[in-house]
């Protein structure tokens, strides 16, 4: 009960940091602190990726892209079923071209996901 409490009260105080530092620099401290969140808390993850988008109508392309796939990844780890690739599509399409290696594997993966809960994991394993 105790270790629920804990992650509760820092998924809140995550979530009011990250909506106080999002000025131009605050969102690479909040990009940081969503993806630490999307590993312990995916659905405070969620919440706070939601937060920091709707706040920030001039984020950079990169911005939004990683805030996008991080969204993704919480949404995949908290078992929340997807019901559209429109998002994931635009979110690999940029890491074809930008970001490393490792952003590039993360983008495929989460396109399968997205293809296996869309009922199509054949076309998901073709697309790595």
Do not use: H, W
Request: charged fraction near 20%; charge should be negative.
């Amino acid at each position: 009960m105790n270790n629920r409490l804990a992650i509760y009260i820092l998924s809140v105080v995550a979530i009011a940091l990250g909506v106080v530092s999002c000025g131009r620099t605050g969102i690479s401290k909040s990009v940081v602190m969503a993806d630490s969140l999307s590993q312990s808390d995916p659905a405070a993850a969620m919440a706070f990726i939601d937060s920091i988008t709707a706040r920030n109508e001039n984020m950079s392309t990169d911005s939004r892209m990683r805030l996008g796939l991080l969204r993704t990844k919480a949404q995949n780890s908290a078992g929340v079923m997807f019901t559209s690739d429109s998002v994931m599509r635009n979110i690999v399409e940029y890491y074809e071209s930008e970001g490393d290696a490792d952003d590039r594997m993360l983008a495929y993966y989460l396109m399968g996901s997205v293809y296996r809960d869309l009922g199509d994991s054949a076309f998901g394993l073709a697309i790595f």
